[in-house]
């Protein structure tokens, strides 16, 4: 069966420092790996999307970058962490292909405090 | 551009009464339609979801949604709420066409069951 592990959990960082979250998918070949960010009141904001090794679809002009260097490792990352990157990151994949029909299924997310 | 409408942000109910929460899509082409819950503490989990064929799809736990094409929306109902049912939920659409494979998310809906 499939699983998505998704790391840290918790994550306390000072303001300017660099960021990095790891994302990795079990049990299937190229998958679509996306990240999310929930904030309350805004719901789930679509950051970044990846079809393939190397594709990487960004949705919002932000201080953050992804990187797909493997088929089931995405990885979340910022040079300098403003305040405004706190939140909640989820990290989900769906199988692969563009036909739809598949759900996507998320990670357990990390708490990113900016200090 | 995709997007996604839920009307309401906060709904509180008492327990047996029913439910509908609204959801409206943007989008020109074929989607599939999902609604997902997250409990307190816990990750997002698929309750149900559209594909093809009958507009009426059963979810989990008691819960229904109803594709109506010509109004884009997707909503969901449950005749007679539970307190356990208190929870997040988030509606969501993925465009089929041209190769898209984004998913996109309302911005929630909190609903408190109260016994």
């Known amino acids: 069966s499939q699983t998505i592990h998704q790391w840290p959990a918790t994550l306390v960082q000072p303001v300017g420092s660099p960021l990095s979250l790891e994302c990795t998918v079990e049990g299937t070949s190229n998958p679509n790996l996306y990240w999310y960010r929930q904030a309350a009141g805004r719901g789930l904001q679509l950051l970044f999307y990846s079809v393939g090794i190397g594709q990487i679809s960004s949705e919002v002009p932000q201080n953050l970058s992804a990187s797909r260097p493997q088929d089931r490792q995405f990885i979340l990352s910022s040079k300098k962490l403003l305040l405004s990157d706190s939140g909640f990151y989820l990290c989900?994949?769906?199988?692969?292909?563009?036909?739809?029909?598949?759900?996507?299924?998320f990670g357990q997310g990390t708490r990113l405090t900016v200090v | 551009a995709q997007s996604v409408s839920q009307h309401n942000h906060h709904v509180i109910l008492s327990e047996a009464a029913s439910l509908e929460l609204g959801c409206n899509y943007s989008y020109g082409g074929t989607v599939n339609l999902f609604w997902y819950v997250q409990y307190p503490g816990q990750h997002l989990q698929l309750l149900l979801k559209y594909f093809s064929g009958d507009p009426l799809v059963k979810g989990i736990k008691g819960f229904e949604a109803e594709f109506i094409k010509s109004k884009f929306s997707f909503n969901l109902r449950k005749p007679s709420v539970q307190w356990s049912d208190t929870a997040e939920y988030f509606c969501?659409?993925?465009?089929?066409?041209?190769?898209?494979?984004?998913?996109?998310f309302g911005a929630g809906t909190r609903l408190a069951v109260h016994p």
């Open positions: 989900a994949w769906s199988p692969p292909g563009t036909t739809g029909n598949t759900e996507a299924f």
């Open positions: 969501a659409v993925r465009g089929l066409s041209g190769g898209y494979n984004k998913l996109i």
